[in-house]
Every structure is written in structure tokens, then in C-alpha cells.
């Protein structure tokens, strides 16, 4: 039977992340809040993924100040993050001891959903991460990292899904941050799981391929819950299907999501004078807005793809970005085929530049890549090639087990390194994230140089993780 559909509004997260490099600052969004909070959003997404790193990086902000402002007025709404696992915000395996607290402090600061991913789609990595969200009362949505290749089949994720109800999720997310997706494969797919598991299903696609609006709406009729979506001014490209538009799709139908166009236009309009700001100091590149069909070809996700850009410009070989996504599929199948969604995107993303600009395939080597394939991200969805593993990790022997498995316990250690710089028990777990960064900015911060303020976001370097 059907029943409305709820709606995850992706604006003050991956929308922004996808299309201006995560570069909405806190002053930015303040005067919207509560007004987005009238809607009736299932959710706000407005923390996690490539957030925390930004709001330290190149905002001069407190990502934990932020998600404590958005709370203080957001009082209704529901609200959600990104964590991507034992990798929580940053960019390797952390120890049990960090995220169990990570989850804890996050939540006590107003996170209601926890949306958990790994890249590699390895249940070992997110068993830590749905028990603690659950210990906080925090809802553990578990989001498949959906891709295409060989062992990518309707048989591949029903049983992925088994095992992530069986690991004790609170609901299931079809997370296609490449576009990858098709309007009958979602429909195939979301009735296949909806057969092996009786939890909530949410589908979040992008627009990269223009294909997002007839993904939902199949996915809609299969029988997900959820969808996610941004408002207009934010949607398209490399985001999300327009927020009204979908709401509009399903007016009058057994699938209505019950909210008021009238208020979403009020929302939107206030976002329009922020796109309009970006277009005018260059940080929304229209290239992010343009339907590319190529991305089911190169499966590139919307923020890998101006992270390959803002690569190949530093190296002075922006023409090269054509070779780059053919190699990237290549360089995807000699790793084991790992879904491209960070961390994975940029290793594997960066393994290709370097391919192309130095004119020999694994001449040169990033450490990380060098990691992935030693097995240190976790289990790859399909094995590699022993001699390509040789080649590039030479006699170490490759990691079979729960990575984390291997670390130590670290909060304690971590609290040693800094005390001097702790002003809030949380600052601990920006530093375990991003120390140097971190570091800078609690140098600013005792400095009494940071505050919320717009003029100081950093325009030119726009990398940043999907």
C-alpha cells in the first residue's frame, strides 16, 4: 500500500558540496533555518561528509558550533549527517575508542540521523558505527554505495542489504553519488531489496547524468520511503533532483508528500540570491550545472569530477581531463572495482591523474592507493589481480581483516598531543580528524581571529571530497 513519501532536503550538505565545494558558510544559512524548519522535511542534512573538513579548512568556522547553531533553530526538524564508517570524517581508520566518542558527541549536539557508509561496501567497516549510533538513540541509516561492474548484480546488494539489516540498521539508503543509476534499474533494484528486508529504503541519487527526477519517481512507485532532493536554485548538475519539482510530481497521488509548494518557493528564493552570489564570485562554475550522460560511462561522481578539474588546472593540464575519466574506470577495475565515493573516489581519482600526466600507468604511486590495494581500506568488492598487487605493494603482506582490528586504542593519546588548544572536549575529534588543519585553526581561534563571516571563505581551491 502506499503511503507519502518523505523528503530529506540536501541543501545545507551535499547540495553545496556538490556544486560550490562545500563552501556555504554558517552566516550564510542562519536567516533560512527556521523557515526550512516549518516545511515538514523528514530531515535536514546539514553536517558530515566533506563539512567538517571545510568549516575548519577554508571557512575559519567550528563545525561543532555550527551543528550546535543549526540545532538551536531547527527545533522540529530531524537533523542528519554523513559518517562514512571507521573512516568517520576523515580519511583513514580511526580506533574504536574515536568514533564510538565521535558518534556519542555528535549526537549530544543535535544529530538525529546518522547516515553510515563505507566505500568499499565491507560490512566490517560500519559494525562499530551502527552499535554506537544506537547506544546515542540516534537513527542508523546504513547507505549502500551503489556502483555498476561485473560483480555489481540485484544478487550483490540483496545480500549486502541482508547483512546491513542483520547488523542492526534502522533503515537503508541507495546512495548513488555517481548518477550512475537508471530509471528501470531503480525500480528493479528497490523492489529486490524490498523483498529480502523489511526496513525503510531512502534513494539518493545526483543529476549529473540527468537522469535523478525518473530515478525517484520509479524508485517512488517500488516502494522506497524516502528520497533525497535539493531545493531548485541548489539542484541540477552535479546535486540533486529539484525539491519542488519532485514535490510537485507526486501532488495529488497516493504518494504525496503533503508539503506546501507556496512555503518551498519561499525557500527558494532566498537560496536564488545565495546561487546568485556564488555565480558572481566564480564559486558556482556553470560546468557543475551541465547534464553530462558521460558520467555513466566514467561512473565520476559530481565532486570527484571538479576535484580531477582543480587537479589537472594546478598541474597546468586542464586539456587532459578526457584521458583522466577514460583512465579512471581502468584504474577502477585493477583496484578491485571499488565504489568511487570518498575516500576511495579520490584515491583512485588521483591514481589516474597521475597515470595521464606522467605519461606511464603506475609509474608513480600515492601512498593511498598503495593502501588500498594492500587491503588497509577494507576488503574490495571483488579480489585483485596478485601480481598487480605485487607490482604495486611489493613484498608487504596484504590486510585481511577488520582494518580497525589493528589500532590500538587512540583518544587518550590524541588528547596528550593538544592540550593546549582544547577549549571544548570536542576539539579532540577535529584534531584526530584533520591535525594540522585543526591546529591552524585553534591557532586562530585563541588568536581571537575567527569568526562566522563570508568574506573569508577561500574561492580558489575547490577540492574537496564527494
Known amino acids: ?68 547553531t543549526i540545532r538551536s533553530h531547527v527545533k522540529s526538524t530531524k537533523l542528519q549527517m554523513l559518517f562514512r564508517g571507521q573512516n568517520m570524517l ?26 553510515i557508509f563505507d566505500a568499499l561496501n565491507d560490512i566490517k567497516n560500519l559494525q562499530t558505527a551502527i552499535k554506537a549510533a544506537k547506544r546515542e538513540g540516534a537513527h542508523a ?66 543529476y549529473t547524468s540527468g537522469l535523478a527526477s525518473m530515478c525517484l519517481l520509479k524508485g517512488v512507485e517500488a516502494g522506497v520511503d524516502m528520497i533525497d532532493t535539493a531545493i531548485s536554485p541548489l539542484a541540477l548538475g552535479t546535486s540533486h533532483a529539484p525539491t519542488e519539482s519532485m514535490v510537485a510530481a507526486l501532488l495529488g497521488s497516493e504518494y504525496d508528500t503533503g508539503l506546501d509548494l507556496q512555503k518551498l518557493n519561499d525557500i527558494r528564493s532566498y537560496f536564488m540570491t545565495l546561487r546568485e552570489k ?54 577502477r577495475k585493477d583496484s578491485g572495482y571499488p565504489p568511487l565515493v570518498t575516500p576511495t573516489s579520490q584515491i583512485v581519482g588521483t591514481q589516474a591523474v597521475f597515470n595521464v600526466i606522467t605519461g606511464e600507468r603506475y609509474k608513480m604511486c ?33 590486510v585481511d581483516c577488520r582494518p580497525a582490528d589493528l589500532l590500538e586504542p587512540e583518544l587518550e593519546k590524541l588528547k596528550s598531543e593538544i592540550p593546549q588548544y582544547i577549549e571544548q572536549e570536542e576539539d579532540v575529534l577535529s584534531y584526530a580528524q584533520f591535525p594540522k588543519v585543526a ?5 586562530k581561534r585563541r588568536n581571537k581571529k575567527v569568526g562566522i563571516n563570508s568574506d573569508k571563505v577561500d574561492f580558489k581551491n575547490k577540492v574537496h571530497p564527494v
Open 278 to 331: 556564488y555565480i558572481k564570485n566564480g564559486l558556482l562554475d556553470p560546468k557543475m550545472l551541465a547534464t553530462n550522460a558521460n558520467a555513466l560511462i566514467y561512473q565520476v561522481p559530481g565532486g570527484m569530477l571538479s576535484n580531477l578539474l582543480s587537479q589537472l588546472k594546478q598541474a597546468g593540464k586542464e586539456d587532459k581531463l578526457n584521458e583522466v575519466l577514460e583512465e579512471v574506470p581502468r584504474v
Open 366 to 398: 600515492t601512498n593511498e592507493f598503495k593502501d588500498l590495494v594492500a587491503g588497509k581500506y577494507g576488503t574490495t568488492p571483488m579480489p585483485i589481480d596478485p601480481e598487480f598487487r605485487t607490482k604495486i605493494i611489493g613484498d608487504i603482506t596484504p
Open 90 to 115: 576523515g580519511y583513514r581508520h580511526y580506533a574504536d575508542d574515536v568514533l564510538e566518542y565521535f558518534v556519542q558527541r555528535s549526537v549530544a549536539n543535535g544529530i538525529d540521523i546518522i547516515r
Open 141 to 206: 541509516q546504513v547507505a549502500i554505495s551503489y556502483t555498476t561492474g561485473p560483480v555489481f548484480t540485484d544478487k550483490y546488494y540483496v545480500e549486502y542489504a541482508k547483512r546491513i539489516a542483520d547488523a542492526g540498521a534502522d533503515s537503508i539508503c541507495i546512495k548513488d553519488m555517481a548518477a550512475l543509476l537508471t530509471p528501470y534499474r531503480t525500480e528493479k533494484l528497490v523492489k529486490a531489496i524490498k523483498e529480502a528486508v523489511d526496513l525503510p529504503i531512502q534513494l539518493h541519487t545526483h
Open 1 to 68: 500500500m502506499a503511503k507519502p513519501i518523505k523528503i530529506t532536503e540536501t541543501a545545507l550538505r551535499d547540495a553545496h558540496q556538490s556544486l560550490i565545494a562545500t563552501r556555504m558558510t554558517t552566516e550564510e544559512m542562519l536567516p533560512i533555518l527556521e523557515d526550512m524548519d516549518k516545511i515538514g522535511f523528514y530531515s535536514l542534512e546539514c553536517w558530515g561528509g566533506a563539512t567538517f573538513d571545510s568549516c575548519l579548512r577554508f571557512l575559519d568556522e567550528d563545525p561543532w558550533e555550527r551543528l550546535r
Open 439 to 443: 591546529i591552524d585553526f585553534f591557532e
